[in-house]
């Protein structure tokens, strides 16, 4: 089975065996192994007590970015030519690893394989098979009106 976005952190708890096997293409998943992330994954699980989903990365990465266009301007939010400078160049440590915007603002990163596997404490947890793209550019950059 293929699912785009349908069996995550979030539905796995339920779903439980109904979704081993199951296969799907992201740009982050909680065992991707960089400095940013397994800190995240474990400050989160700590205080939580669950793993996070991707839409907790996604939050997590977008309040970073826009703490780092803050630091850039030294706080000064008139600005906004340093604000979208600084966001830009998407400077900081990202728990998806890093990456850099395209002309028309989609990001350019990886994409990896995951799968739905049992680990060995039982739980489940989708889990990186290997990486499909690296620094992977979406289709339609050129096509898009909103360029800088």
């Not at 008139?78 to 603002?105: F, L, Q």
Request: hydrophobic share 35%; aromatic share 14%; glycine share 6%.
């Amino acid at each position: 089975v293929y699912s785009v976005y349908t069996i995550d952190e979030v539905t796995l708890p339920a779903l439980k065996e109904a979704a081993l096997g199951n296969w799907e293409t992201r740009y982050w998943s909680p065992d991707l192994n960089n400095e940013a992330n397994t800190k995240y994954v474990s400050d989160f699980r700590k205080k939580y007590g669950y793993t996070p989903s991707f839409y907790g990365a996604q939050s997590y990465d977008g309040i970073m970015l826009i703490d780092s266009a803050v630091r850039a301007v030294r706080g000064d939010l008139a600005n906004k030519a340093g604000m979208i400078t600084a966001m830009r160049k998407a400077d900081y440590k990202s728990t998806r690893g890093p990456y850099k915007y395209n002309v028309n603002h989609f990001p350019i990163e990886n994409f990896y394989l995951l799968r739905t596997v049992r680990t060995p404490d039982g739980e489940f947890a989708m889990q990186i098979q290997k990486t499909v793209f690296e620094s992977h550019k979406d289709a339609y950059a050129k096509e898009c009106g909103m360029k800088w």
